[in-house]
Nanobody
């Protein structure tokens, strides 16, 4: 069983900062890419940022220069530092990890966390 648990969400004023964390636990061989996604009410889930095992990153245009994704491979954890938040960033933020279950088979599965709410007031 693999579990992803996010934390760090909350209510913040416009211009403020939050740091999200997502810890992966359970039985698996390795973690490949990790990422953060958001889903605002009534909208589809969309990409925020991703990071590879080697640290290569990719960001949505809307967060470039404001958000920073990072990971600690030793702790199976991915972070999202969010600065200069604005009300348009309000959403449920999900963590995703692409995981290789076994050493024997090179098969990868995507796992999602339960989401952490970020609310930015104006």
């Amino acid at each position: 069983q693999v579990q992803l648990v996010e934390s760090g969400g909350g209510l913040v004023q416009s211009g403020g900062s939050l740091r999200l964390s997502c810890v992966v636990s359970g039985s698996f061989f390795s973690i490949n890419a990790m990422g953060w996604y958001l889903q605002a009410p009534g909208k589809l889930r969309e990409l925020v940022a991703t990071i590879t095992t080697d640290g290569d990153t990719n960001y949505a245009n809307s967060v470039k220069g404001r958000f920073t994704i990072s990971r600690d491979n030793a702790k199976n954890t991915v972070y999202l530092q969010m600065n200069s938040l604005n009300p348009e960033d309000t959403a449920l933020y999900y963590c995703k990890a692409t995981i290789r279950q076994s050493r024997q088979y090179r098969i990868y599965y995507d796992y999602w966390g339960q989401g952490t709410q970020v609310t930015v007031s104006s």
